[in-house]
């Protein structure tokens, strides 16, 4: 099947031929999406326990794609990886035919999402069609590409849990499903537990990375209360090398620095 045209992937760069195929975008969904947005119950629940995507049928999915920095972190990577996990937990009959994905934090408020450059950093060998902002302008038109959207898991849509909500808010408006790869797929057309394993681990993401940085500060404080220091000395002061206090890393030959006063 012949790749669509993409913009944004680098020149000379083979686009995901080792594992992944881009299916080409049909006229009409195969599904009735206003039964999607027309409440919790019948039929609603039926679709979102993938009950409609039969084998048979071609259902159109978006991948979402996140990685918070471009400077600590490998974007390449993590967006593969990201990409591979999401296409293996597609439901029965799904395939992707459109990629959006940003290099930015997930902490950022919505509105502030979407406008950063820094994919174009790195030679990603994933077609773009744009970040969640043009995700999300897609899915408010009649004439979208997709049905639903799929991602690793719901921390990449956002750590912040009333951020990731919303888009979530957003895309069934639009009668767009918010797919997880490491949630469930409920095929019996219950869907209660659905949204609490959601709630949760989208609550873990906000914790996760708030607790991470309440203790890097405290270990940085602490760190600073023993009297090491952390880059260069403040104006007055040099540099004093010390052993490191763990064998291990005394053996590699590692030092701790403190400072100390110039006269």
Known sequence: MPEPARTGS??????????????????????????????????????????????????????????STDDLQDPVTSLLRQLSNSQAALPPGGAMVAYFYDVESGRKALDARGHGRGHERFNIPIPRDGGIQDLLAEARQPDRRFDAVICEDIARI???????????????????????ADEPLITSGKRAT??????????VSEWYVL????KSWDGLSTHSHMGYNIGKPPYGYLKHDVPHPIAS??????TKHTSRPTR
């Open 249 to 254: 890393r005394r053996e590699q030959g590692a």
């Open 211 to 214: 607790e991470l940085l309440e």
């Open 10 to 67: 680098p020149e000379g760069v083979p686009v995901l031929s080792f594992r992944f195929h881009i299916a080409a975008p049909q006229q009409h969904s195969p599904i009735p999406l206003d039964a999607i947005s027309a409440g919790t119950g019948g039929r609603r629940a039926q679709l979102i326990g993938y009950d409609a995507f039969a084998a048979d049928r071609l259902l159109r999915v978006a991948f979402a794609g996140r990685t």
């Open 194 to 203: 659905q949204p609490l394993t959601r709630r949760v681990k989208q609550g």
């Open 158 to 180: 956002g750590r912040r849990s009333h951020v990731s909500q919303e888009i979530e808010t957003l895309l069934e408006r639009a009668g767009v499903l918010l797919i997880a």
